[in-house]
């Protein structure tokens, strides 16, 4: 128990310190996201690799992630005012545009499905993107983990 607990606390230290040098040495600007709970508030995350549609708000109750820029991991929960359709050509678009290769497209139905779904790989991490239409808006989920190698 005692070998698991100095190997957990190494690891984070590990991460902080990756976290800290990276944002010493990154001149890139964070991504900054409403949140959908309190509508004037602006949350800024460390990220730069994420395609953000128009129109979007993210959950911070229900959202997880460590890490910074390309080396970020975690679950982000979104809203958007987008229909299905424009945020599914807005993730086959623009997410090349910053890195991903697409490994898996998936619309549930037909052209007028109400759910799909994008996997993605890029230096060895993996993201997961769901989408679903809701009530006249769209709800998605973004999952960013490491890759099997």
Request: proline share 3%; charged share 25%; net charge positive.
């Amino acid at each position: 128990m005692m070998l698991l607990t100095r190997n957990f606390l190494i690891f984070f230290l590990f991460i902080f310190l990756t976290l800290f040098v990276e944002l010493k040495s990154n001149n890139v600007s964070d991504l900054s996201i409403k949140t959908c709970e309190k509508k004037n508030d602006t949350y800024k995350f460390p990220i730069n690799d994420l395609v953000i549609p128009p129109k979007t708000c993210f959950y911070l109750n229900k959202t997880i992630f460590i890490g910074a820029y390309e080396n970020w991991f975690g679950e982000i929960y979104f809203s958007s005012k987008l229909d299905l359709n424009s945020l599914y050509n807005s993730f086959k678009k623009l997410m090349p545009h910053k890195g991903w290769i697409l490994v898996i497209e998936q619309r549930m139905g037909s052209e007028e499905a109400k759910e799909a779904l994008f996997i993605y790989e890029k230096n060895n991490r993996t993201a997961t993107i769901t989408l679903k239409e809701k009530d006249n808006m769209s709800e998605f989920i973004v999952r960013v983990s490491p890759s099997e190698q």
